[in-house]
Each structure stands twice: as C-alpha cells, then as structure tokens.
Nanobody, 124 residues
C-alpha cells in the first residue's frame, strides 16, 4: 500500500502564492507512475489540477496554466505544486493522487491512491 502525506494548504489573499507537497511512502511499490493533484470546490465535482509523469511530462487544467507549476522528485517519491496568482475560484480541497505498481503474488498490479486532502482558501 501507499501512504500519501500532504502539506501546505492554508488561507491566502487573491494574487498570493502557495505551495503544496505530497510525499508517498514506497513500501512494496515497484514503480510510481503518474502523480498529480486534483481539487474539489464546495458543491462541485473533483477536477484535475495538474499531473506529472515519471519522465516529467506535465499536464495542466486550462484554468491553472501559466499560474501553477507541478514538479517531482523521483528519488524521494514527492511532488510539489507551486500555485501563483491565486484566485478565489482556486478555493477547494486539494487531493494528491498517485498511480503506482506493486507485485502481488508475483504479478505486477497497478493501483490508484489518494491523499486525505488539504484545504486551500483564497479570499480577501
């Protein structure tokens, strides 16, 4: 299994910056694949924010492009989301998401793991 520890949420004013980090425990994991962040605003569905592949290819939601940057440390199994020029509509619970593979009874199996979520509030 994979344990995801998130940190860095908080309350900021519009235009300010915030960074989120997510550390994944390796346990019996053979390989970490796509890692990323999703968010859920009150009354809305969870949506993709940004993802990063093991080869560092990134993908961003249109509404965060140019403001958010996702990065990854493969050796430490961590990802960082740097959020600049935050807007009130960026408010929500941010969830770390990891796709990982592990051997189960000699067979390589893939699973998706979620963090517990961290609150980001952008308000004046």
């Amino acid at each position: 299994q994979v344990q995801l520890v998130e940190s860095g949420g908080g309350l900021v004013q519009p235009g300010e910056s915030l960074s989120l980090s997510c550390a994944a425990s390796s346990g019996n994991i053979f390989r970490f694949n796509t890692m990323g962040w999703y968010r859920q605003a009150p009354g809305k569905q969870r949506e993709l924010v940004a993802t990063i592949e093991s080869g560092y290819t990134t993908n961003y939601a249109d509404n965060v492009k140019g403001r958010f940057t996702i990065s990854r440390d493969n050796a430490k199994h961590t990802i960082l989301l740097r959020m600049n020029r935050l807007k009130p509509e960026d408010t929500g619970v941010y969830y770390c998401n990891v796709d990982a593979e592990m051997f189960v009874d000699g067979t390589l199996r893939a699973n998706t793991y979620w963090g517990q979520g961290t609150q980001v509030t952008v308000s004046s």
